[in-house]
């Protein structure tokens, strides 16, 4: 569920500090003539059901083979197959209809600047108005995708050195063989009729404590399935997909000199290089009449497009025919009736009548390649009581970036002398631009760590060390899409409170990687066998932490000929990804273990973590301040076990706090502190053989997130992802 904020004036939060908001709205008016000046809104009140059916087969094999009593030599393969058959059902409740036609009643929260609840009905203007909402979608994809990795390993002990020498290849790919999207509304808008139906005579929303709940006239399903309402949205409906393949080569040389130079007892020296490729390929599959002319479409200025497709030509099945009701709702959201695709009916019927035809497009380009190369030396010691290492490692990244931004100028909705879609280029057209950019970054990365036994039972720990990760490849390389919303396209969806103008997404080719100088002291005492108790202080000094953001933005535009002129366009909202820097992540963790005779035992531990909000940038320009993404003022994990001959099992309950998400809005989302416990145990059915078992979830734990710390009324998502169980046998020869 996403945010907006409605308002003209500068937003503020509910203690009246300013917000830096980029989703501005007018004035809401319900039918009882009351007005709602200045309020956060949901743009749109989301609930959804995923259902997934996985199967998962894998082959290991490992070989080792000692010509001598010196030389070593090794091959290791890994190899899995993933299918996956998903659906997923979704009940919009989106901002069309936020005028006195429609919207009956607007709760708030005690502030009176969040609204907490809205309710429509197609009767509030006197006559049955054109609703449109709820709106039903829904997507179905089958897919499978392969992972094959191998590597060749060998291992030379001298007498006073240890070389090893590892070559390897991993490659994964995959993607949807099958894919689908439809969506329809509860109106019979666009179907030709004389006079509106709607399926829904009512529809609302409300954000309680932890979770949304949604509510739709009883009689919708009903009505779908008796041909009232249910206008098929032929714009919401494709069968699009994304392949991809990634391949990475790596190759890495180890040698350990034995030297014993007094407190100096290991030089450890080493290189590696490896060279990964992400390619990515979007398709369509269009289904087209059996007496369609493809080679003549080919052949055509404009080629096949997604007007020749079934749903654009009066081929998308009708809702009395493939609408159901979706009843696996076990958390997340509540709603009283959810209407859904049934999936089988709706593809057999397309799939009867028209031919699918599928293509790669070519325009769209999205690949990244990686090379990376480091260098480490190190020097293990070792005097007395005490032992520790000191290295440095040197990396060299070098990123190649190419992908296709996409710019959709949608241009007009509706003829407005026929009331019909307006089709082809009157529509909308595409413009595609390729970007390429390459990055090269070194960094030198030391480290020192130190441990002294003080005494039999006691030992001291500490370490300093700078550390780097790259940012993902789908942070780096995510295509931007840029859509435009022309004043014609706007005023025919006003009832729609369509806005023209820029908006967008996409990736931030020039992220950094991320960096942390951290540094730990930390005291363990083992008072028994199996036994510790201890504590760690630690502090980090990070940069280059990746936020998520939803910014407005500026960026220079070469113009498109009658339509936009070149200059410096906003677009609002944008969705993309920045760098945080100068956070400092600063706490302590203490532990406890205890192991008895019997076989029980027990393990907990407890971290304390404090940060600061550190800024965030694009290119060098502030967008905000973040929390450190990911962290949580404290964390902590308890586990009971029992370890016997004959079988094992641990129970395990976590425990995180508030946790810092992102920047959307001006504002921070944060999730809320979640708990979960785990049941895992094992049991040893002969030699070799043995049962395992798994509940994660036991305790059915749902995710909350809000926008903004200073209310919990600006509830953002709840999600619950499921009890789950798992089993299985293990082999070991």
């Given at each position: 569920m996403g945010s907006e904020m409605c308002i003209r004036d500068r937003p503020t939060d509910i203690n009246g500090n300013a917000v830096d908001n980029n989703n501005g709205w007018d004035v809401i008016n319900d039918a009882g003539g009351n007005s709602y000046d200045g309020v956060w809104f949901p743009q749109v009140v989301r609930g959804s059901v995923l259902n997934e059916k996985r199967e998962r087969e894998g082959i290991q094999f490992s070989s080792q083979w000692r010509p001598t009593n010196r030389l070593e030599l090794g091959f290791n393969y890994f190899g899995f197959t993933l299918g996956q058959d998903r659906t997923e059902s979704v009940i919009d409740i989106p901002e069309w209809s936020l005028n006195p036609d429609f919207l009956t009643d607007v709760n708030l929260d005690e502030s009176g600047t969040i609204v907490t609840g809205m309710q429509y009905d197609v009767m509030a203007s006197g006559i049955e108005s054109d609703?449109?909402?709820?709106?039903?979608?829904?997507?179905?994809?089958?897919?499978?995708?392969?992972?094959?990795?191998?590597?060749?390993?060998?291992?030379?002990?001298?007498?006073?050195?240890?070389?090893?020498f590892v070559i390897g290849n991993t490659k994964s790919e995959g993607g949807p063989e099958e894919s689908w999207e439809a969506a329809y509304k509860s109106s019979n808008a666009g179907e030709n009729a004389a006079t509106i139906h709607n399926a829904a005579q009512t529809a609302g929303w409300s954000l309680n404590q932890n979770n949304v709940s949604l509510n739709i006239d009883p009689n919708t399903l009903v009505n779908l399935q008796n041909g009232v309402g249910g206008g098929r949205d032929a714009g919401s409906s494709n069968s699009s997909f994304v392949r991809s393949e990634l391949e990475e080569d790596y190759y890495q040389a180890d040698v350990d000199f034995y030297v014993d130079w007094g407190f100096l007892k290991t030089i450890r020296t080493g290189a590696k290089y490896r060279n990964s490729t992400l390619h990515r390929e979007t398709g369509n599959t269009f289904f087209l009449d059996p007496n369609f002319d493809?080679?003549?479409?080919?052949?055509?200025?404009?080629?096949?497009?997604?007007?020749?497709?079934?749903?654009?030509?009066?081929?998308?099945?009708?809702?009395?025919?493939?609408?159901?009701?979706?009843?696996?709702?076990?958390?997340?959201?509540?709603?009283?009736?959810?209407?859904?695709?049934?999936?089988?009916?709706?593809r057999d019927m397309v799939t009867a009548s028209y031919v699918p035809y599928t293509r790669i497009e070519d325009n769209f380009v999205y690949d990244i390649e990686e090379k990376i190369s480091a260098f480490y030396i190190q020097g293990d010691f070792e005097f007395s009581e005490v032992r520790g290492n000191l290295g440095v490692r040197v990396v060299q990244t070098k990123t190649f970036t190419s992908s296709t931004d996409l710019y959709t100028y949608q241009l007009d909705h509706t003829n407005d002398e026929t009331g019909e879609p307006v089709t082809g280029d009157a529509r909308f057209v595409e413009d595609y631009q390729l970007v390429t950019q390459q990055n090269k970054d070194t960094q030198v990365l030391p480290s020192f760590n130190i441990a002294w036994d003080a005494t039999d039972d006691l030992v001291i720990r500490g370490a300093i060390a700078k550390v780097m990760s790259r940012p993902d490849y789908s942070d780096l390389g995510a295509q931007q899409r840029i859509t435009f919303v022309s004043d014609e396209w706007a005023d025919d969806r006003a009832a729609f409170n369509e806005q023209p103008g820029f908006s967008g997404s996409g990736g931030n080719k020039n992220l950094k990687p991320f960096e942390s100088v951290q540094a730990d002291l930390s005291i363990e005492y083992y008072y028994s066998e199996g036994s510790a108790v201890g504590l760690a202080l630690f502090h980090k000094k990070v940069d280059n932490f990746v936020v998520p953001l939803v910014?407005?933005?500026?960026?220079?535009?070469?113009?498109?000929?009658n339509i936009v002129d070149a200059g410096t366009i906003n677009i609002a909202p944008y969705s993309t990804v920045g760098n945080g820097t100068d956070a400092v992540s600063k706490g302590a963790e203490i532990f406890i273990q205890h192991a008895f005779d019997n076989g029980f035992g027990f393990y907990a531990n407890y971290t304390y973590n404090k940060t600061n909000k550190a800024d965030v940038t694009i290119n060098g320009k502030e967008f905000g301040q973040s929390a450190l993404i990911g962290s949580a003022k404290y964390q902590y994990n308890t586990s009971v076990y029992y370890e016997g001959d004959a079988f094992n099992v641990r129970a395990s309950y976590n425990k995180r706090g508030e946790t810092v998400l992102g920047l959307n809005?001006?504002?921070?989302?944060?999730?809320?502190?979640?708990?979960?416990?785990?049941?895992?145990?094992?049991?040893?059915?002969?030699?070799?053989?043995?049962?395992?078992?798994?509940?994660?979830?036991?305790?059915?734990?749902?995710?909350?997130?809000?926008?903004?710390?200073?209310?919990d009324a600006r509830l953002l998502n709840s999600s619950y992802s499921g009890r789950r169980y798992y089993a299985g046998f293990n082999y070991s020869f």
């Open positions: 609703m449109q909402f709820p709106w039903m979608r829904g997507s179905y994809v089958r897919e499978e995708s392969t992972s094959d990795t191998f590597d060749f390993n060998l291992t030379y002990e001298g007498d006073n050195f240890k070389a090893r493809i080679a003549a479409g080919e052949a055509s200025e404009q080629g096949i497009t997604r007007f020749d497709s079934y749903q654009w030509n009066g081929g998308m099945p009708l809702a009395q025919n493939v609408f159901t009701s979706e009843s696996n709702i076990v958390g997340g959201f509540d709603i009283n009736q959810m209407p859904s695709i049934d999936w089988n009916k709706y910014i407005d933005a500026e960026q220079s535009f070469a113009g498109k000929n809005s001006g504002l921070n989302v944060y999730q809320d502190p979640y708990e979960q416990v785990d049941v895992n145990a094992s049991v040893n059915l002969y030699e070799g053989l043995s049962l395992t078992a798994a509940v994660i979830n036991l305790t059915k734990s749902e995710s909350v997130t809000r926008l903004g710390d200073d209310t």
